[in-house]
């Protein structure tokens, strides 16, 4: 004998009284089952919770503060109908209006378990969000996004499917038409679909991060986002360049956010009138100009070659600043000490020049 038998035994005789298949007595049963859940669930809410809030603040993790918010985010609509559920077990109903009622507090069940899941995903994103490879930088928040994006989006495909079978559907052959309609999909949206999965490459993989200066092919620009489809750069010139993941998966990309410093090479054209002497004092002075300036650090200068017009000094040296700006500053100033130096020790620059040299003959 189960509870509803035994309430239902011990209560006054008096009302048996059949109304709609049920007695008074069974009514009013059913009405104060009603009324003690949804005020056992309103003291769990309002109470309870509240308490366990309180403990849960004293932990060191927080896991426990989620799944307090997943009971706090229920709804009073929910609690109702949960009691009222529990209290139409106690009636005799139709079998139609039961099949309803039983569908749609399963429907609701399964929202909240939906709610209850993706809570947790965003919980899981955020943490990992939160945390730093092996060299300091936080994860790729956009892609992380887009994968609890999916995951969201296949938890409601799952739970329709759930609903459907509950009541009644035959899902197999629903999924087996989906799975053909899905290969049709798949071959019209291949394009998307090579994006999507591009998306997760770059999350997986890494190549850049949203923040990074890459180059892709002729296209210059920081990382603004990266989507599901297609990735934002914000260019030099302040335009948005959208480029799909497609293409930045199966091109050469040059990041130089891990650019830790610069090295440059010149070539320096002296004129071929300069004497022996002042030659070998370039090398010197290069170096000691290079030395003297802040962030560059000297690797090398010598006499290369001879020029179809020039003595050719090969010139290389680090500016040890991943900084555009501050890579200019360091290079104008060496040229600027070059040619000061330069000129006062007489030593001149050579430019395109073409000598012409003339012999006259004389008639005998």
Not at 55 to 83: G, Q, R, W
Request: charged share 25%.
């Amino acid at each position: 004998m189960d509870m509803k038998d035994i309430i239902i035994e011990n209560a006054p005789s008096s009302l048996a009284f059949v109304v709609g298949g049920n007695t008074i007595r069974e009514y009013l049963i059913a009405f104060a089952v009603l009324v003690v859940g949804m005020v056992v669930l309103k003291i769990f809410q309002s109470v309870l919770l509240d308490k366990l809030k309180k403990a849960s603040e004293k932990t060191k993790t927080d896991l426990d503060d989620v799944f307090i918010k997943i009971l706090k985010d229920i709804k009073p609509t929910f609690y109702v109908l949960f009691a009222f559920y529990i209290a139409i077990q106690f009636l005799t109903i139709p079998a139609v209006f039961g099949q309803v009622i039983q569908g749609v507090f399963l429907f609701v069940i399964i929202f909240q378990v939906i709610r209850a899941l993706q809570t947790l995903i965003d919980y899981g994103a955020d943490k990992i969000i939160g945390q730093t490879d092996d060299e300091g930088n936080t994860r790729n928040k956009s892609a992380i996004k887009n994968i609890s994006a999916v995951l969201k989006i296949c938890l409601w495909i799952l739970a329709g499917l759930i609903v459907l079978s509950n009541l009644g559907f035959n899902i197999s052959s629903l999924i087996a038409g989906l799975g053909i309609g899905g290969i049709a999909v798949a071959f019209a949206l291949q394009n998307v679909l090579t994006d999507i999965f591009s998306s997760f490459s770059i999350f997986l993989d890494k190549p850049f991060k949203e923040g990074d200066f890459i180059i892709v092919g002729n296209d210059m620009g920081v990382v603004e986002k990266i989507g599901i489809k297609t990735t934002r750069l914000k260019t030099l010139q302040g335009e948005e360049l959208v480029v799909s993941n497609n293409e930045l998966t199966s091109a050469r990309v040059r990041n130089f956010k891990k650019l830790e410093k610069r090295r440059v090479v010149s070539v320096l054209g002296i004129c071929y009138e300069t004497d022996s002497e002042k030659l070998k004092a370039i090398p010197s002075i290069i170096k000691n100009i290079i030395n003297a300036t802040n962030l560059t650090e000297f690797d090398r200068c010598h006499f290369k070659e001879y020029g179809d017009f020039s003595l050719n000094f090969e010139i290389v040296y680090y500016v040890n600043s991943a900084d555009y700006a501050q890579y200019m500053d360091a290079q104008q100033t060496i040229n600027f000490k070059i040619k000061e130096d330069f000129e006062k020790r007489d030593i001149e620059f050579a430019y395109p020049t073409q000598t012409l040299y003339i012999q006259k003959t004389e008639k005998n």
